[in-house]
């Protein structure tokens, strides 16, 4: 606490330095960043339908087995 500060008062933090000003990404990255992150979004949404098929699938195959195998002779 300095003499100039008044009693049971925090000082205030002292101000963050200024960012540096963001620099503007070349045309080509842009272009290649974009078509990057397409491809990933694609093959997400490609695994996420094979996931869905596949869940689909094996769904049908346990009921067409407890179809065969419900009223089964004894």
Do not use: N, S, Y
């Amino acid at each position: 606490m300095t003499p100039d500060e008044p009693a049971g008062r925090t000082p205030e933090p002292e101000p963050l330095a200024p960012e540096p000003p963001e620099q503007e990404e070349h045309p080509i990255v842009a272009w290649a960043r974009a078509i990057v992150l397409g491809i990933g979004d694609t093959a997400r949404d490609m695994l996420e339908a094979g996931r869905q098929a596949a869940r689909e699938a094996l769904d049908e195959g346990w009921q067409r087995f407890d179809e065969k195998t419900r009223h089964r002779r004894r």
